[in-house]
């Protein structure tokens, strides 16, 4: 019997925790923990933090372990979700927003991302925004106008974090060639086939592609990118890159930027 004192519908969560839901939580208290680490702060309690892409993760991390907290706002591209989230928080910390924009694998019917597109909160307002397995699902044009519309949100002297998936093996052991193999092997009716080949030699040259639709018949599920392209198309958005770190235990890649 789960012991959490805030819980969400299975069909209302996403992610490779989707259906354990306490790992999941705990997994929300680590992305915590390591955003403390990352942004200077030992914890959100004087804080306002922007999640976008949120889902239900810190929500019920935050709720659970009843972690400080200043101001929190998701926003997700899933109205049922941020509907429930809406009815069932009755802490005024909280607040949730819809926004109804395009992604090939979540919303495909939204509007179409742009630098110009708002969201129904006060610019300049947070102290930090974060987003989890957001930019692990953006092509290369939503990627920079995701960047420059979050820009208009921070603070000055605020920070960012994304994660995202980089086209290298790490020390970790975080090798996406091997990722691809399992993902090929155990496919269908081995639907990957016919992309395997092109992958494995793009993985063999001297640079990885920019970017890469890692699984064709499944799009944007893993937007892969090489580490020259990830950092390049962060120039004139209005951030500057402090870090693009490895993955750990719960992370892919995540990069931490500071407005310009």
Same mark, same amino acid.
């Given at each position: 019997?789960?012991?959490?004192?805030?819980?969400?519908?299975?069909?209302?969560?996403?992610?490779?925790?989707?259906?354990?839901e306490?790992?999941?939580?705990?997994?929300?208290?680590?992305?915590?923990?390591?955003?403390?680490?990352?942004?200077?702060i030992?914890?959100?309690?004087?804080?306002?933090?922007?999640?976008?892409?949120?889902?239900?993760k810190?929500?019920?991390?935050?709720?659970?372990?009843?972690?400080p907290?200043?101001?929190?706002?998701?926003?997700?591209?899933f109205?049922?979700? @941020?509907?429930? !989230?809406?009815? =069932?928080?009755?802490? *005024?910390?909280?607040?949730? /927003? &819809?926004?109804?924009?395009?992604?090939?694998?979540?919303?495909?019917?939204?509007?179409?991302?742009?630098?110009?597109?708002?969201?129904?909160?006060?610019?300049?307002?947070f102290d930090?925004?974060?987003?989890?397995?957001?930019?692990?699902?953006l092509?290369?044009?939503?990627?920079?106008?995701?960047?420059?519309?979050?820009r208009?949100?921070?603070?000055?002297?605020?920070?960012? @974090?994304?994660? !995202?998936?980089? =086209?290298?093996?790490? *020390?970790?052991?975080?090798? /996406? &060639?091997?990722?691809?193999?399992?993902?090929?092997?155990?496919?269908?009716?081995?639907?990957?086939?016919?992309?395997k080949?092109?992958?494995i030699?793009?993985?063999?040259?001297?640079?990885?592609?920019?970017?890469?639709?890692?699984?064709?018949?499944?799009?944007?599920?893993?937007?892969?990118?090489?580490?020259?392209?990830?950092?390049?198309?962060?120039?004139?958005t209005?951030?500057?890159i402090?870090?693009?770190?490895?993955?750990?235990?719960?992370?892919?890649?995540?990069m931490?930027?500071?407005?310009?």
């Amino acid at each position: 019997m789960s012991g959490l004192v805030f819980k969400v519908p299975q069909e209302l969560r996403r992610g490779n925790k989707r259906y354990n839901e306490e790992k999941s939580v705990a997994q929300g208290v680590e992305l915590i923990q390591l955003m403390c680490r990352n942004f200077g702060i030992a914890d959100f309690g004087n804080a306002s933090l922007l999640d976008m892409g949120c889902g239900c993760k810190l929500v019920q991390a935050i709720l659970d372990r009843k972690l400080p907290l200043g101001r929190y706002v998701g926003v997700d591209v899933f109205p049922d979700l @941020i509907n429930f !989230l809406n009815t =069932n928080v009755g802490d *005024p910390r909280f607040s949730f /927003h &819809v926004y109804n924009t395009h992604n090939e694998m979540y919303n495909p019917h939204g509007e179409p991302l742009s630098a110009h597109t708002r969201l129904p909160i006060d610019e300049h307002s947070f102290d930090f925004i974060c987003l989890f397995s957001v930019f692990t699902h953006l092509a290369p044009h939503d990627y920079v106008a995701m960047l420059k519309m979050l820009r208009r949100y921070i603070k000055p002297g605020g920070k960012m @974090i994304f994660s !995202l998936f980089v =086209n290298e093996l790490t *020390p970790g052991g975080h090798g /996406h &060639v091997d990722k691809y193999n399992k993902a090929w092997e155990n496919a269908p009716d081995n639907r990957l086939e016919q992309h395997k080949e092109a992958f494995i030699e793009a993985a063999k040259a001297p640079g990885p592609p920019d970017f890469l639709d890692f699984y064709p018949d499944q799009p944007l599920k893993c937007a892969l990118y090489s580490r020259e392209n990830a950092i390049s198309l962060v120039e004139s958005t209005g951030w500057r890159i402090e870090s693009l770190n490895d993955p750990e235990e719960c992370i892919q890649h995540y990069m931490i930027c500071k407005p310009v």
